[in-house]
């Protein structure tokens, strides 16, 4: 007969699969609306820093520093699974990566937190898995 798991060490379990969970919903991307038209975004950690990277050459942009392109051009997915590439100029841009990217990563990271305070909380095994 194997051992029945204690309260302590279901709740770990359960933290670290909310943990991968939470990962793999922020890497899934996000959706986003264009022009009325809403379309997906990859958010794996690629692009990621890809994102990251190009909102500071568009803040850059903003101050004033020269030599910086006008625009940007991303790849996005149409709702039929289409990819295509959007051209965003630098304030376009920084509103795609606060209201989605950014959006989706708090988002997505707050409910992990507050799953995980769940958790932490529960007083039974079916608590923590309800979780």
């Known amino acids: ?10 709740k770990i379990a359960k933290k670290a ?7 793999a919903a922020i890497a899934s991307g996000f959706d986003y609306a264009v022009d009325g038209v ?3 975004f990859s958010y794996d950690a690629f692009d990621q820093q890809n994102f990251a990277d190009t909102a500071n050459v568009c803040l850059m942009k903003q101050s004033g520093m020269p030599g910086l392109p006008d625009s940007v051009t991303w790849n996005a997915y149409t709702p039929d699974g289409d990819m295509v590439r959007l051209t965003f100029d630098a304030s376009g841009f920084l ?7 950014m959006k989706h990563k708090n988002g997505t990271m707050q409910r992990g937190g507050e799953r995980k305070a769940a958790v932490e909380a529960a007083a039974t ?3 923590v898995e309800a979780a």
Do not use: C, K, M
Not at 2 to 10: F, N
Not at 17 to 23: G, M, P, Q
Not at 95 to 101: K, T
């Open 1 to 10: 007969v194997p051992p029945v798991p204690t309260l302590e060490e279901l």
């Open 17 to 23: 699969r909310i943990d991968a969970e939470t990962s």
């Open 38 to 40: 809403t379309y997906h």
């Open 95 to 101: 509103a795609l990566y606060a209201g989605g990217a």
């Open 125 to 127: 095994a079916e608590e």
